[in-house]
């Protein structure tokens, strides 16, 4: 048998998103010979997943990769660039952590070989701070030689009933990664693809944004700061009362982010329900995603688009880019959808009748800021909202009486 022609040294490794679509997408000729992963859970979903993967504990104490990584994966913490997280920027104690994946690739190149490079991150990266984390990138990037681009996509164009958007970055001075990123686009989706029977949203936020989807969730999130696990919530318009507004539960969030229902189901030495898994598949690389960047790398395409010079002058990146040697490029033509793979509609994935209803205390919590702001005017749905409370706490109040 011939050795694979990809070898994969995945940092910042979660529990897998990247490697196991570029395994979908390339089967045989792709190896990943090396995860490094701090935090214990992802560690044993690695352990668990890819049982024969050596797994380094920590990218700051990471010295070398593999002699023959072709490519270093890195979906490192969003947690300081993403408008649900502290917004610290790429200098914050997690996202930071970012130099020392540089610092490998340095001493890789150093030793005679450079691997390429991909990269997922939230979009917010582009803005924060005036685009100072993306300028950041792009000057690490350059420093050590690689021809580089990057595109916004939203993980819908896979076909999964989630509304995820993320930043896909490629780095390489062994192919052009504009013919990975830039070959396929397929414009929007219609509106007609997607069914009016559910509608996914935030209900931890109320006043502050809704995150509303049609026919799919919005972002899934690891938790909010203090590791309280935050699934959205559900309106089924058609369902009885009692089922109006339900949550996923992790195995259907699992399944929207590309993997395999009880992909992250393992021994986690813990009592607690579902322990860690959200944060987990919160975390995650859409699998189906990094799916169809192994396609291309594996086939590249035509990279023929219209750019345009584009200089920083401290305001935001746009939504798609290349660049080499100080230069930077703009692509006009190019939306987040590279594909429209088949569409799984929300229903398909959430079984409304074994969903866990939403709770009287989150109902009304929610309920008060609703209607305390602006947000959530689709036709029905605040009515909705107050009936399911009224409903939900009367049953509270019956069965404390009873």
């Not at 994969?8 to 792709?30: P, Q, S, T, W, Y």
């Not at 989150?362 to 009936?387: Q, S, T, W």
Request: aromatic share 10%.
């Amino acid at each position: 048998m011939s050795s694979p022609t990809h070898k994969i040294a995945a940092l910042f490794a979660g529990i897998g998103g990247i490697e196991l679509g570029f395994n979908r997408a390339m089967g045989d000729d792709v190896e990943t010979s090396l995860f490094c992963e701090w935090w214990d859970p992802a560690r044993r979903v690695l352990t668990a997943r890819f049982p024969d993967i050596d797994i380094h504990s920590d990218v700051r104490e990471l010295t070398s990769i593999p002699e023959d990584t072709t490519l270093v994966t890195a979906g490192f913490p969003c947690t300081d660039l993403s408008q649900a997280g502290r917004m610290a920027g790429i200098e914050g104690a997690n996202s930071g952590l970012i130099k020392h994946v540089f610092e490998v690739l340095d001493k890789a190149k150093a030793n005679g070989h450079l691997p390429s490079l991909m990269i997922e991150n939230v979009p917010n990266m582009l803005a924060l701070n005036k685009g100072k984390a993306m300028s950041y990138l792009v000057q690490e990037i350059e420093q050590l030689g690689y021809r580089w681009a990057y595109r916004v996509v939203d993980s819908r164009f896979t076909g999964v009933p989630q509304r995820r958007r993320r930043v896909i970055m490629l780095a390489s001075r062994d192919f052009d990664p504009r013919a990975v990123l830039f070959s396929d686009d397929a414009g929007p989706r219609d509106e007609t693809d997607y069914k009016t029977d559910a509608f996914g949203f935030y209900w931890t936020e109320g006043r502050l944004g809704l995150g509303w989807a049609q026919d799919a969730v919005p972002t899934l999130k690891g938790g909010s700061t203090v590791g309280i696990p935050s699934p959205p919530a559900i309106w089924v318009p058609d369902a009885p009362i009692e089922r109006r507004l339900v949550k996923p539960r992790v195995e259907d969030a699992e399944l929207m982010q590309g993997f395999e229902r009880g992909w992250t189901d393992v021994d986690f030495g813990t009592n607690r329900r579902n322990g860690p898994r959200w944060k987990l598949v919160g975390n995650a690389v859409t699998a189906r995603v990094s799916e169809w960047v192994a396609r291309r790398i594996a086939e590249p395409g035509d990279p023929d688009r219209l750019y345009t010079a584009w200089r920083h002058m401290g305001k935001s990146w746009p939504n798609a880019a290349w660049g080499e040697n100080g230069k930077v490029y703009t692509v006009l033509d190019i939306g987040e959808f590279p594909e429209q793979q088949d569409y799984t509609h929300l229903r398909e994935v959430v079984d409304v009748e074994a969903a866990e209803p939403l709770s009287a205390r989150g109902a009304a919590g929610f309920c008060k800021r609703l209607y305390e702001g602006n947000l959530g005017r689709y036709p029905g749905f605040r009515e909705d909202v107050l009936e399911y409370t009224e409903w939900i706490s009367s049953v509270g109040a019956q069965q404390s009486a009873a």
